[in-house]
């Protein structure tokens, strides 16, 4: 149990150095990434494909990386957008790491590009530990999947500095509880702002491409008491202060750096 944690952490922490560099040459290069989290078929790829033919039709250079474990099928889709789109084959991986997204970054990536989509893998377990370099994390559920996603998984919506609701024109089909997926946001992470889409009638499509523009624009971004909590635990540990904790489980983390963004991510709870 010890040797799987220590190497989940040194996985980790590779990561995080990885995910600062790519954040540096984002950056330099003055292009916001927005990481998008979902279970599979929640109609993430639809939206996309929306906000990226939304954004290019607005003038805003936009692009995106989109990861599965096989197929090329969402690039394809995405494409349809008219935005640049690469696709990344995980090759059984469950979840994007930061060095993968810069590899497939560098020599692509065009110049001017304000917005970078990425399309994570379909899981909310395994992609919520990764820092991607990210400066918006978002985390999708639709109606169809039920009202208990954010308490099932904690930590992808913990972490998330937007939750946002997607297939509404669904909702009274499927009988979703609105009030109940809000009270299990609100669990979980209070003052998150959640808005709600549908990329069949275009709901909320608009909304959702201002808010990544005015994060883009410097705006600052909801801050997760997940976030906070975990920063302050990590904090401590980093500076010889307190004990690891006894189950050797590793712990949520979104650091806070100098420049304002959250760095969500896992990390343990001793290095």
């Known amino acids: 149990m010890c040797r799987t944690v220590d190497l989940h952490q040194a996985v980790l922490a590779r990561n995080d150095e990885n995910a600062l560099a790519l954040r540096s040459y984002l950056g330099d290069r003055g292009t916001v990434a927005v990481n998008l989290l979902s279970s599979p078929g929640s109609g993430k790829t639809a939206l996309l494909e929306q906000l990226l033919a939304r954004a290019v039709a607005g003038g805003t250079p936009a692009a995106a990386v989109t990861a599965d474990l096989a197929t090329e099928n969402d690039a394809t889709r995405l494409a349809r957008s008219g935005a640049p789109v690469q696709q990344i084959l995980t090759d059984g991986l469950c979840h994007l790491e930061a060095g993968m997204l810069q590899r497939r970054l560098e ?12 399309e994570n893998v379909g899981n909310l377990v395994c992609p919520a530990s990764y820092d991607l370099g990210e400066t918006l994390r978002i985390a999708l559920a639709s109606v169809t999947e039920g ?7 904690p930590t992808a919506f913990g972490l998330a500095q937007l939750v946002v609701i997607t297939k509404t024109d669904l909702a009274d089909a499927v009988g979703f509880d609105r009030d109940a997926f809000l009270a299990g946001v609100r669990q979980v992470n209070p003052g998150v702002p959640v808005l709600e889409t549908s990329a069949r009638t275009g709901q909320g499509v608009d909304a959702l ?18 976030a906070r909590q975990h920063e302050r635990h990590t904090h401590r ?35």
Not at 107 to 118: D, N
Not at 215 to 225: K, R
Not at 240 to 268: E, W
């Open 147 to 153: 009202e208990d996603k954010p308490v099932k998984y």
């Open 107 to 118: 020599g692509w990536l065009p110049e001017g590009t304000r917005l970078l989509f990425v």
């Open 209 to 226: 491409l201002a808010h990544v523009l005015r994060c883009a624009a410097g705006e600052e971004t909801h801050v997760p008491v997940l």
């Open 237 to 271: 540990h980093e500076n010889g202060h307190g004990h690891p904790a006894a189950d050797g489980h590793t712990h949520a983390d979104g650091r806070t750096h100098a420049d304002g963004h959250v760095r969500p991510g896992v990390r343990g709870p001793a290095r």
